[in-house]
């Protein structure tokens, strides 16, 4: 069983950054991918970014490319996701994902992660 917390959420002007870090209970992080999901009211869960467990590879939703960076800190077992020059439209609860794995592989599915954190809340006024 695997632990999450997400933390850094709030309310923030258009432009502004915000950034989020997501601790994991897991005696070996490095074991682990990593997620960020989103989910807005009314709308379904949809993915943001992740980053493999231990080589660094990152991916992003095209919506967030350029403005969204993914990061690990496997000797801290966190997960961060430093968000840039937001949208109204980024308004959304964040959740950060992770999932065991043997490989570099990560998921952008909700359904390819095992374990979820209870998420945090991100507003960006207009």
């Known amino acids: 069983q695997v632990q999450l917390v997400e933390s850094g959420g709030g309310l923030v002007q258009a432009g502004g950054s915000l950034r989020l870090s997501c601790a994991a209970s897991?005696?070996?992080?490095?074991?682990?991918?990593m997620g960020w999901f989103r989910q807005a009211p009314g709308k379904e869960r949809e993915f943001v970014a992740a980053?493999?467990?231990?080589?660094?590879?990152?991916y992003y939703t095209d919506s967030v490319k350029g403005r969204f960076t993914i990061s690990r800190d496997n000797a801290k077992n966190t997960v961060y996701l430093q968000m840039s020059s937001l949208k109204p439209e980024d308004t959304a609860a964040y959740y950060c994902?992770?999932?065991?794995?043997?490989?570099?592989?990560?998921?952008?599915?909700?359904?390819?992660?095992?374990?979820w954190g209870r998420g945090t809340q991100v507003t960006v006024s207009s």
């Open positions: 994902a992770t999932k065991f794995t043997s490989s570099q592989a990560t998921g952008d599915s909700p359904r390819w992660y095992d374990y």
């Open positions: 980053i493999s467990r231990s080589d660094g590879s990152t």
């Open positions: 897991a005696r070996t992080f490095s074991n682990y991918a």
